[in-house]
């Protein structure tokens, strides 16, 4: 269960709402990967507890180049 998939994991609310429709802006919405480089972040907040999930944008995730980019810069857990 996610909200993503439309259900708060936490209180089990299906008042979820998501920024991924709107147009990207501002720091908190991204990752950057090096320089001038960033991937957009999509977040979903539960309307009634508060509680949200972060995902990479999906197009920008499946970008080969972000990925390997991050590989080569980030650690592993």
Sequence with gaps: MSLKEGTCPKCSSKDIYTNKKCNPRGERGQI????WKWMWIDLYLCMDCGF???YVNEKDFKEEKNREKIKSTWSKV
């Design 32 to 35: 950057v990967i090096s320089g």
């Design 52 to 54: 949200f999930e972060e």
